[in-house]
């Protein structure tokens, strides 16, 4: 008996059939920083850059090998290319980079900036630590200014910005360098808590950066630390011993009691954030000032974030670049090389840089001119990130677009009580879409840290019976920042309310457009009181709005009822002219009174 013949199986199919029917994984997203020509960004891509440019010439964008991409020309590389593209800025891609090399990074030392009120003893505390404990001491004190300084405690270096202002901190941050890691906020155990104190809270809240607070002067009689904490408390710094999360020490910086414990607190509160570096990556920084030196020409001073800065070094910081030519430190002493958390004045700048601006080592000394000409032909700049305008009009937008929903606010008021009120009311108008946060709130006209809190913070700057002098004004336009002014509480409301919901009215532009003294008060039988003016700046027009101000407080707001040089009824006058103003329904005007004329006009809101 013969075995049966096995049955032949049938051939399974390839199985590649059932995957050509399967479509293509899509490619991942190719990441193109600044600086990279279309030659580097078609090697990124795969592609070779002879057809790339074809398919971009017949999109209308004509380019060549060696060409820079930049923001305007991404979107046509990424449809000549079929690949989805993300592009960054030069910096951002060296972060990147530093960041994502976990076994390369090492700690760093922290870096703090000390604020708080006038007269509580910032300047004092920072002399302290100065005094005996730089990082280099045979070298005695500091004989050149850079910004910075480093400290020694423990064998570890902890770096100082030497601004105690909080508008430098603010400004710093506004830009979007975000160089400081700890604030120590001075707090006098026998002044408490005052405005300043209040507002460098809300900075190092806008900049997200931990505080640890220092309440000196307790060698003082009059000191009272447990008051401190509880006014502390109030604005939500519970300290450590109270049962919250603060740390606070208690301080002497005249006579240098626990200074010691404040540096460890500052090295401990470092360690917690795990600050890290990478020394391997092009050298990274912040400028922190930067001047025409009438010896050395345009220098910066530099605070290293990553990597190690050398000198002969190209860079380029916003649209300025140049070569390290030499390094100096804080003490003016020539140095080769600095490492992070180190300041260093950096001298061979083409072009004084601008503080604030990112500072970034790259290959070599064309390859910075070439994208710092290129900036600036794009009128772009670096890494410090354009804030976003934020203003009521663009909240709807957002609510709209599905963005985050919150509305930051900043509150000025003439008198205390109208500050509470509205720092209480504004909150209640949220609703379920949008969250409104008073980010900060005090009395008196609008300032210049207001405008920098505003832009870290990205705030709408509420005005209410508040004044903004014509430089604010400008500062804010700078920054992008817009200022609303009320008169009337009922319409501040009303227009966030309408904000919320996107049926905010047109804004109104209030510009100033002069000031008059008033010299003497005239009684005219049959007319009233009229204010013999010198017109000190601007111009007076008849038809303009006006305030009184006494000691720089607003007494009056209203009409002019007539306005004359010698005898003449005139519509306006010039700044250094005399004339005669009636105000319309209000009497009470003294010598030295200031009138300050001012329109308003509606404009669409931006």
């Known amino acids: 008996m013969t075995k049966p013949t096995p049955k032949k199986t049938a051939p399974k199919k390839p199985v590649k059939d059932a995957a050509a029917a399967a479509p293509p994984k899509p490619l991942p997203k190719l990441i193109l920083s600044e600086g990279m020509t279309i030659k580097d960004a078609a090697d990124a891509a795969g592609i070779k850059p002879k057809p790339l440019l074809d398919r971009m010439s ?91 300084y480093r400290v020694r405690h423990k064998n570890r270096n902890i770096t100082f910005i030497d601004t105690p202002g909080h508008e430098a901190f603010t400004q710093l941050r506004a830009r979007g360098a975000g160089v400081t890691d700890i604030v120590v906020l001075v707090v006098a155990a026998d002044d408490g808590i005052m405005p300043q104190t209040k507002e460098a809270i809300n900075h190092a809240r806008a900049a997200d950066v931990p505080i640890i607070v220092a309440i000196n002067k307790i060698d003082k009689p009059e000191a009272n630390v447990d008051r401190v904490k509880q006014q502390l408390s109030k604005e939500d710094l519970l300290v450590e011993d109270w049962g919250g999360k603060t740390i606070s020490v208690e ?45 050395k020409g345009p220098v910066g001073s530099v605070l290293i ?44 700048f083409q072009t004084v840089p601008q503080a604030g601006d990112l500072f970034q080592v790259v290959s070599d000394l064309p390859t910075a001119k070439k994208i710092a000409e290129h900036r600036v032909l794009q009128d772009r700049k670096p890494e410090p990130v354009v804030q976003e305008r934020a203003t009521l009009d663009e909240l709807f937008k957002k609510i709209e677009d599905g963005q985050p ?4 606010l900043i509150v000025k008021a003439d008198v205390h009580g109208s500050v509470e009120v509205l720092a209480d009311l504004l909150p209640s108008l949220a609703t379920e879409k949008v969250l409104i946060k008073v980010v ?111 000691n720089r407080e607003i007494i009056h707001q209203g009409r002019i009822s007539s306005l004359k040089h010698v005898k003449e009824n005139v519509n306006e006058v010039k700044k250094d002219y005399e004339c005669g103003i009636g105000l319309d329904r209000f009497k009470d005007i003294q010598p030295r009174d200031v009138i300050e004329a001012f329109i308003r006009e509606k404009v669409r809101p931006a």
């Not at 929903?405 to 930051?408: A, D, F």
């Not at 604010?472 to 817009?482: F, K, T, W, Y």
């Open 58 to 148: 017949s999109a209308g964008l004509e380019m060549g090998t060696n060409d820079l991409l930049d923001e305007s020309s991404i979107a046509s590389f990424a449809k000549a290319a079929k690949r989805e593209v993300e592009y960054i800025k030069l910096e951002q891609a060296v972060r990147n980079l530093a960041e994502s090399d976990e076994k390369a990074l090492i700690t760093r030392p922290p870096v703090v900036t000390i604020m708080g009120h006038v007269d509580h003893g910032k300047t004092t505390l920072l002399d302290n630590i100065r005094s005996s404990r730089l990082v280099d001491k045979e070298f005695g004190g500091i004989t050149q200014h850079i910004g910075a």
């Open 305 to 348: 974030r990553h990597g190690i800065l050398e000198q002969g070094q190209a860079f380029l910081s916003g649209t300025s670049f140049g070569r390290a030519r030499a390094l100096f430190d804080e003490k003016g002493q020539s140095m080769k090389a600095a490492a992070a958390g180190v300041p260093v004045e950096v001298m061979g």
């Open 440 to 550: 900060h709130a005090a009395t008196g006209p609008i300032s210049e840290a207001d405008v920098l809190l505003a832009s870290a913070s990205r705030a709408v700057i509420i005005g209410y019976n508040a004044r903004v002098l014509p430089k604010i004004a400008d500062l804010a336009a700078r920054e992008n920042v817009e200022i609303r002014l009320y008169t009337i509480i009922y319409q501040l409301t009303d227009d966030i309310k309408k904000a919320v919901i996107g049926l905010l009215d047109p804004v109104i532009r209030e510009t100033v457009i002069g000031h008059a003294e008033i010299r003497k008060v005239f009684q005219i039988p049959k007319i009233g009181l009229v204010a013999g003016c010198y017109v000190t700046d601007g111009r007076i027009a008849r038809n303009a709005e006006i305030r009184i101000l006494r």
């Open 251 to 295: 301080i002497s910086a005249t006579e240098g009691k626990n200074i010691e414990d404040l540096l460890e607190m500052i090295l401990l509160l470092g360690d917690i954030q795990d600050l890290k570096t990478n020394p391997k990556v092009p050298a990274q920084g912040v400028v922190l000032e930067s001047k025409m030196d009438p010896k």
């Open 405 to 408: 929903k919150e509305l930051n």
